[in-house]
């Protein structure tokens, strides 16, 4: 049975490594150094690269087979529900972004605020609420589907963002230093305080 999942594991570990070394501070600092024109254009690579690399993995995962974990057929209707909350979530997180400057488009580029520390809408309840709405997909996608092959896609998956936000942590208190601290002090990382009553 493990042997039946290996690719997607392979697939996943190839995609965590590449990802990983394109996002390094110290190689992207190296590739600036080979030409201005990948300076320029290194987000749009790094995202497209990125998203070449998730080709194996989608592929392996259907590939695999769908064995039930338990006696449980999963509900289509409250999984589909929790994707459609989860995708939505991550398009209302969006809205805090520049979406060309997101995927790299240097165009879009605006030095008055490609460096503002934003905290409005969504950032005000999670650090990470494109993660918030992924994870919650996430969560979907098994409801919809629990077999064993879902359940090891979510849980590399869920792994990789928490290693990501890890390092994407760091990044953000190199740029911004007491006032990202402050804030991660303030506010959750993924998933919004109950109000006290």
Avoid: C
């Amino acid at each position: 049975m493990f042997t039946d999942y290996l690719p997607m594991l392979i697939a996943w570990a190839l995609f965590g490594l590449i990802h990983s070394l394109t996002a390094a501070f110290w190689f992207k600092e190296w590739v600036y150094r080979q030409s201005a024109f990948l300076k320029r254009y290194y987000r749009l690579i790094y995202n497209g690269i990125a998203l070449l690399t998730f080709i194996p993995i989608m592929t392996t995962l259907y590939a695999a087979p769908a064995v039930l974990i338990g006696t449980w057929n999963g509900s289509v209707l409250l999984g589909g529900l929790l994707m459609g909350l989860g995708i939505s979530t991550g398009l209302a997180a969006f809205r805090e972004y520049n979406l060309a400057e997101f995927i790299g488009w240097p165009m879009a580029k605006s030095s008055e605020h490609q460096d503002e520390f934003q905290q409005s809408g969504l950032l005000s309840y999670v650090r990470h609420p494109l993660y918030m709405g992924i994870l919650i997909a996430l969560v979907g996608l098994l409801v919809a589907q629990p077999d064993w092959k879902h359940l090891l896609f979510d849980l590399l998956a869920i792994t990789y963002i928490r290693i990501g936000i890890y390092f994407e942590e760091r990044k953000l208190v190199r740029t911004f230093g007491h006032q990202y601290r402050t804030y991660q002090q303030h506010v959750p990382m993924l998933f919004p305080r109950l109000p006290r009553t």
